[in-house]
């Protein structure tokens, strides 16, 4: 290369993968160029054409279009095109055309193939598709984390201490305090069933529940011993077993293997792994004596969630955490609740909606939430309890951080204040009658979850979901054609975004336009496989099982998904560190190049799947 | 969309006689190396812009005079309609007759050491004149390149050199004949429209090059008549409506 020519090595040496490229190689490029001027709507590349070049975006745009026709990618300065065909008999494979006035660096096939042959990083930056770049980026921010990587065996370091059910309390005090263990496994059975796990008694269940109500050291430790039990798996992950303590609020997880208790997973082992935890939070929410307490401890819950994303933790840790969060004041608020308006009059299960109900929450959100009351029910005598108490929940949520739901989706509005069989028949309304509109509004619906109470209601209502949702294919086509109503931005540049119809815009909301229009897709496909998940991940592992997505469709949506949720995430995270208020709304400006470069593929994948729903489920948008 | 008109007359010299020209300097000269040089052109005027190879060519001098000021640097790079190739592309610093004036030498980044080790331009005519032979040359700003290398040209071989040049600046010059606002126009505000190569450039979204060397303003060059021929002319103008 000529040193004068350093002008131009210098442009590419900010841009991937030429960034990785040693000088020498560098030089040798810059040296090899061809430059081409394109005026803007001028053909660049045709179908079929013979390409002999690497086409380097100097400054300028150009568009790249599958062999239908149909607009594949968006490029701008510092980008490149033209590699796959390189890569694959040095035919056209996406025609392009410049968008506006464009200047081309042309790279010719001999150097191209040498940098190929001889530096792994161009090589695999040319060669891999858009998608599975992206999914190198979602693996590559993973692996700084490592309950994401540990598995709960690592965390078991003693034999499991266990008692037959049958044991009094004392006898079972004793041996915790002799084992020095703050929990008993209690097992029973003979023969093959010998040692089968039926509950387990902790410190804090013979403080609360033995001492505190003064019982007889004999009595037996079944009559206190929580028989629901959460466990966990020794292969699976050590962030997995943070989710169900935070989803249960249990401290303790047995570890099962083959029906058999291979030790315990208590909440402090996994402090080792998740320092700084949203855990410690939770568990503080439940020891606030009011609602002023709470609101105290709500910027607590900001700390975490910035601790989080420093720490490097995924989508997945940090929307379960914070719904975790948000489930604990929920839950929190109707223990006091209740203690001042007195039990309630007949049982009801508290539901969560939305994020929440998904493990999918963040900083920035509403409270939507509703009451299913049992169906002896009457509200002449009732109604006004459960009113006072969802009053006194949905205002010490306001008071905590989690504003009024502006489509008051809420136990306060009567409508959503209702016993199980109004529930059902609102469900069955909205399958077996679907309409547009009111589908709408009621979407928020299809993502539930107890948080509090009776529990089996919400599962009866989820039941009957997957039961009557996948038969219905009106009420899935119309669920289908209201998840296409967002969509992600179409091009992705360094200063805006373009839209469909070519508009620029400076900012754009990455809820509306990224997490939301993937959860919406995700939403359907569950319903259609009879999916029971409420989490957008499990939904995915579900609709995996099934043939409902094409081949890759649900490994491409998973990445998709987890990048656009991080994003938008670190994104928040900032504002907070700023000092400034969060939100949604992100200026591609303010996003790093690597941001920038997979949240585009990502917005790829998402509107590759939403032309697969619409076509999928015959979903036709309303001209 | 880009209005396509008819380029010529933007100069002001006849423009149609230039092969006639090219070979009665051929016949006339006493060079050899000259006389390799005319007889390579070959290009009729009626030849289109697309086919026609072309060279853009910067010179970096002393000054605006040729008969005072020198040569420093001279960049070149051989380029088509299509392709601009910076692998043949050229770069030399030459050693000027007259002393190097200590406000160029800022300018042009070019260092005492490099001039006292630069050849003269005597020696490196056996690699400029081919490199140059059978293409039209591109300059910004006409005034420059064609008379310092004639001047500096008679010095040495006591004759001069002509040829075709195709100038960037004159066809911004005529693109924007109103580009000095009258001072009635000022007083509204309105700014003259500058020809200079970095702002004509940006005029066609061409990038910024920030440094400062003969070969890059080549590159500059080239690209901007690129950029010029597809917004106003057409790949299909015939090389008399452009070359000077």
Same mark, same amino acid.
């Given at each position: 290369?000529?040193?004068?020519? $350093? ?8 841009? #991937? ?46 568009? =790249? ?38 200047? $081309? ?22 060669? %891999? ?26 965390? $078991? ?9 049958? %044991? ?66 020794? *292969? ?33 082992? $996994? ?57 604990? !004041? ?46 002896? !029910? *009457? ?49 069955? *309304? ?18 539930? *979850? ?46 805006? %975004? ?28 569950? =319903? ?8 957008? !991940? ?26 656009? #949720? ?58 | ?50 086919? +026609? ?7 970096? &001098? ?5 008969? @005072? ?24 610093? +030459?050693?000027? @007759? ?39 040359? +591109? ?11 004639? +001047? ?29 606002? &009258? ?42 008549? @690129? ?18």
């Amino acid at each position: 290369m000529q040193a004068e020519l $350093i002008d131009i090595r210098n442009h590419l040496q900010q841009h #991937a993968p030429f960034d990785e490229l040693p000088d020498e190689a560098l030089d040798r490029v810059a040296g090899s160029i061809e430059i081409a001027y394109f005026q803007g709507g001028e053909k660049i590349l045709e179908l079929g054409q013979k390409n002999t070049d690497l086409h380097y975006i100097r400054s300028g745009a150009a568009e =790249l279009y599958r062999r239908s026709g149909e607009l594949y990618n968006r490029l701008g300065e510092g980008e490149i095109f033209g590699q796959i065909g390189l890569l694959m008999g040095r035919q056209v494979r996406f025609p392009a055309t410049a968008l506006e006035d464009t200047l $081309i660096y042309l790279i010719p096939y001999p150097v191209f193939q040498d940098l190929f042959d001889n530096h792994d990083v161009f090589a695999d930056f040319v060669e %891999v598709e858009d998608k599975s770049r992206l999914r190198q980026a979602v693996t590559r921010s993973d692996q700084v984390n490592d309950s994401m990587t540990a598995k709960v065996s690592r965390l $078991i370091s003693r034999q499991p201490v266990t008692a037959p059910s049958t %044991v009094r309390l004392q006898e079972a005090a004793r041996i915790m305090t002799e084992n020095r263990v703050s929990s008993l496994l209690l097992v029973e059975g003979s023969g093959d069933d010998e040692g089968n796990l039926v509950g387990i008694i902790t410190d804090r269940d013979l403080r609360t529940r033995a001492v505190a109500d003064a019982l007889p050291s004999e009595t037996p430790v079944a009559d206190i011993m929580s028989p629901d039990l959460i466990t966990i798996r020794p *292969d699976a992950l050590v962030f997995e077993a943070m989710l169900q303590m935070l989803h249960n609020n249990v401290h303790h997880l047995p570890v099962i293997e083959k029906g058999k208790p291979r030790g315990v997973v208590a909440l402090s082992d $996994i402090v080792k792994y998740e320092s700084q935890n949203s855990l410690y939070v939770v568990s503080n929410i439940h020891r606030q004596p009011d609602v002023k307490g709470l609101k105290a401890i709500s910027q607590e819950v900001r700390n975490s969630f910035i601790r989080m994303v420093n720490e490097d933790a995924n989508s997945h840790m940090i929307g379960s955490a914070m719904a975790g969060i948000g489930r604990s !004041f929920t839950q929190r608020l109707l223990e006091l609740g209740e203690e001042k308006l007195g039990p309630p009059p007949v049982p009801y299960c508290f539901l969560a909606l939305g994020s929440m109900a998904r493990d999918e929450q963040l900083i920035v959100t509403d409270q939507d939430n509703a009451m299913v009351l049992d169906d002896s !029910f *009457d509200p002449a005598e009732h109604d006004a309890y459960f009113l006072a108490l969802a009053k006194f929940v949905s205002d010490g949520l306001a008071e905590c951080g989690y504003a009024y739901c502006t489509g008051d989706i809420m136990a306060t509005n009567p409508k959503w204040r209702q016993p199980l069989k109004v529930w059902k028949d609102y469900f069955t *309304d909205w399958i077996d009658n679907p309409k547009a509109e009111a589908l709408l509004n009621s979407n928020i619906f299809f993502d539930l *979850d107890g948080v509090y109470g009776e529990e089996r209601y919400a599962e009866a209502l989820k039941e009957l979901i997957a039961e009557k949702a996948q038969n219905s294919q009106r009420f899935l086509a119309m669920l289908a054609r209201n998840a296409l109503n967002r969509t992600p931005p179409l091009g992705f540049f360094r200063q805006f %975004v373009m839209e469909e119809d070519g508009k620029q815009q400076k900012t754009f909301n990455l809820k509306r336009r990224g997490t939301a229009p993937v959860s919406d897709l995700i939403r359907v496909h569950a =319903l259609a496989c009879g999916s029971r998940a409420q989490n957008s !991940f499990d939904r995915l592992r579900d609709i995996g099982k099934t043939r409902l997505l094409p081949e890759d469709g649900v490994g491409n949506l998973r990445d998709a998904m987890e990048f656009i #949720a991080i994003v938008r995430i670190r994104h928040q995270a900032l504002a907070m560190e700023d000092g400034r208020e969060p939100d949604n709304n992100v200026r591609p400006e303010d996003l790093s190049p690597f941001e920038r470069s997979h949240l585009k593929d990502a917005f790829q994948v998402v509107s590759q799947a939403q032309k697969f729903l619409r076509y999928r489920y015959n979903a036709q948008i309303p001209r | 969309m880009s209005t396509r008109r008819r380029a010529s007359g933007y100069g002001h010299r006849p423009t149609g006689d230039w092969p006639d020209r090219m070979s009665s300097l051929a016949r006339e000269t006493s060079d050899p190396r000259l006389r390799t040089f005319y007889e390579a052109f070959s290009i009729t005027p009626d030849t289109t812009v697309e086919e +026609v190879p072309m060279v853009a060519m910067d010179f970096e &001098t002393t000054g605006l005079d040729p008969n @005072q000021h020198s040569i420093v640097s001279i960049g070149l790079v051989p380029f088509t309609f299509r392709r601009i190739r910076l692998a043949e592309a050229r770069h030399w610093v +030459v050693r000027p @007759q007259l002393p190097l004036h200590q406000t160029s030498v800022t300018i042009h980044g070019i260092t005492h050491t490099d001039i006292q080790e630069a050849p003269d331009l005597g020696d490196i005519l056996d690699e400029l004149l081919p490199a140059l032979a059978g293409r039209i040359p +591109v300059v910004h700003y006409r005034a420059i390149e064609r008379p310092f290398l004639d +001047v500096a040209l008679r010095w040495r071989l006591k004759e001069g050199i002509d040829f075709p040049v195709i100038d960037t600046m004159a066809i911004e010059a005529h693109l924007h004949p109103d580009r000095n606002p &009258t001072r009635w126009q000022r007083l509204w505000g309105k700014k003259p429209v500058s020809i200079r190569l970095a702002d004509s450039r940006l005029r066609y979204n061409l990038p910024h090059y920030p440094g400062h060397n003969a070969l890059i303003d080549a590159i500059g060059t080239a690209e901007l008549l @690129q950029a010029q021929i597809r917004h106003h002319f057409g790949p299909d103008t015939p090389i008399r409506d452009l070359w000077l």
